[in-house]
C-alpha cells in the first residue's frame, strides 16, 4: 500500500559506485598495466515514497545488489547524492529540522537491509537472544526487562516462539533463519528496508510465507522496501512500482501492473518474455538476447544496451547515453532513443 506524499523518503540522485582494481606491482611494472575500474552503479535516480515497496530487477552482475548495499551506507557511494525526507545523508547521519531545532539522526536507525542468505548473515556463534538484543542496545535500551519484553515481542512479531531465544541459528531452518533476520532489521525500528533477494535461497513452500510476513509488517508498521530479487513474479506481486537495471544503470521504471502489461525498453521485453505462462492465450514468443552481458570494466558507449539490442535506431545509440523519456503520463519512464520525439 502506497502512501500519498510528494516527498520521497530516499532518494538516490546521479549516484556511482566504483570499485578499483589495482594491478600487481609485476603487472606494473612489465605491462605498465593501469588501475582498472568496475563501473557497479554508473549513475542512477532512484526515489522510494513512504509505504512503498519498488522492486529492482535485472540480470546477474547489473549491479543490484551494490545499489542497495549503497543507499544504506555498507558501501561509500564514488559519487552522487543520497537524500533521507529531503535532507542530504552525510556518513552515517543524516541532518534534518524537527521543528525549530536541527538534530542529528543515526541513519543506521532509519535504514535497514535484509540480506540474501540468511546462513551467512547470522553469526553462529551467538543466540538469538543475543543477536536481537545487540540492535536494541544501540537502540538506547539497556533495562533487562525492557529488553526481554521487546525481543519477545520482535519474535511473535515475525511468527517465531520466544521460547526458542536460546537457540543457536544452526538449530533453525532456512526460512526460520530469515525470519530472525527480519527481526534483528526491526529492532532498529526501521522507516526503509532493503530487501536483498530475502526469499532467493529458501525452498519454493517457505517463501511464500517470507514474502507475506514482509507484506504483513509492510502494512502494520508503514515500512518502505527496496525489494530486489530475480523472481518476477515475485515482484509483480509485492511492489507498487519497478524498476529494471542493466549494467549498473536504470534502464525503465514504472508502475508495476503498467510495466508488466506494456514494457517499453527491448531489455524489459525480454525479461518479460522469460516468465512462464499457464494460460495460452498469455503466452508470448520468448526473446533471446544475442551476446553476452558487457564487462563493467569496459562498458560500451552510448546505450548500454545497444550491444545485445534487437531495436537499435541508428548511430545515436552507439554514441549518446539516452535520457529517460516519460510515457502514459509520466506513470512510465523509459532510456530509450526509440521514444525521442
Same mark, same amino acid.
Given at each position: 500500500m502506497t502512501e500519498n506524499n510528494n516527498q520521497p523518503l530516499v532518494a538516490v540522485k546521479d549516484i556511482y559506485k566504483h570499485f578499483y582494481i589495482r594491478p600487481?606491482?609485476?603487472?606494473?611494472?612489465?605491462?605498465?598495466?593501469?588501475?582498472?575500474?568496475?563501473?557497479?552503479?554508473?549513475?542512477?535516480?532512484?526515489?522510494?515514497?513512504?509505504?512503498?515497496?519498488?522492486?529492482?530487477?535485472?540480470e546477474s552482475g547489473c549491479g543490484k545488489t551494490t545499489l542497495g548495499r549503497t543507499i544504506v551506507r555498507l558501501e561509500e557511494p564514488t559519487a552522487g547524492q543520497l537524500l533521507f525526507k529531503g535532507q542530504p545523508v552525510k556518513g552515517n547521519q543524516v541532518s534534518y529540522?524537527?521543528?525549530?531545532?536541527?538534530?542529528?539522526?543515526?541513519?543506521?536507525?532509519?535504514?535497514?537491509?535484509?540480506?540474501?542468505?540468511?546462513?551467512?548473515?547470522?553469526?553462529?556463534?551467538?543466540t538469538v537472544r543475543e543477536i536481537i538484543s545487540n540492535p536494541l542496545d544501540q537502540r538506547g535500551i539497556h533495562n533487562p526487562i525492557e529488553m526481554e519484553e521487546q525481543i519477545q515481542m520482535l519474535m511473535n512479531q515475525v511468527g517465531l516462539d520466544h521460547h526458542h531465544m536460546d537457540r543457536y541459528p544452526h538449530q533453525f531452518s532456512g526460512g526460520q533463519r530469515q525470519r530472525i533476520s527480519v527481526a534483528r532489521a526491526l529492532a532498529m525500528k526501521p522507516q526503509f528496508i532493503v530487501a536483498d533477494e530475502p526469499v532467493s535461497s529458501l525452498d519454493v513452500s517457505i517463501q511464500a510465507q517470507v514474502i507475506n510476513l514482509l507484506e504483513e509488517l509492510r502494512d502494520e508498521l508503514n515500512l518502505a522496501y527496496l525489494f530486489i530479487s530475480h523472481d518476477l513474479s515475485v515482484v509483480h506481486y509485492l511492489s507498487d512500482r519497478v524498476a529494471v537495471m542493466y549494467l549498473g544503470h536504470i534502464v525503465e521504471q514504472g508502475k508495476t501492473d503498467l510495466l508488466f502489461a506494456s514494457p517499453q525498453h527491448p531489455y524489459t521485453q525480454a525479461l518479460l518474455s522469460a516468465i512462464p505462462r499457464v494460460r495460452k492465450e498469455?503466452? *508470448?514468443?520468448?526473446?533471446?538476447?544475442? =551476446?553476452?552481458?558487457?564487462?563493467?570494466?569496459? &562498458? +560500451?558507449?552510448?546505450?548500454?544496451?545497444? *550491444?545485445?539490442?534487437?531495436?537499435?535506431? =541508428?548511430?545515436?545509440?552507439?554514441?549518446?547515453? &539516452? +535520457?529517460?523519456?516519460?510515457?502514459?503520463?509520466?506513470?512510465?519512464?523509459?532510456?530509450?532513443?526509440i521514444y525521442a520525439k
Open positions: 600487481s606491482f609485476l603487472a606494473r611494472t612489465l605491462a605498465r598495466a593501469k588501475e582498472l575500474v568496475v563501473r557497479a552503479v554508473d549513475g542512477v535516480d532512484l526515489e522510494v515514497y513512504p509505504g512503498e515497496t519498488v522492486g529492482l530487477v535485472g529540522h524537527d521543528g525549530n531545532k536541527q538534530v542529528q539522526r543515526k541513519y543506521f536507525h532509519e535504514a535497514q537491509i535484509i540480506f540474501q542468505n540468511p546462513y551467512s548473515s547470522l553469526n553462529p556463534r551467538k498469455k503466452r *508470448t514468443d520468448r526473446i533471446i538476447l544475442t =551476446g553476452n552481458v558487457p564487462s563493467p570494466i569496459d &562498458p +560500451p558507449s552510448g546505450c548500454p544496451f545497444h *550491444t545485445r539490442c534487437f531495436a537499435k535506431v =541508428g548511430k545515436i545509440c552507439e554514441e549518446q547515453k &539516452p +535520457p529517460f523519456f516519460e510515457i502514459e503520463s509520466g506513470q512510465q519512464k523509459v532510456a530509450c532513443w
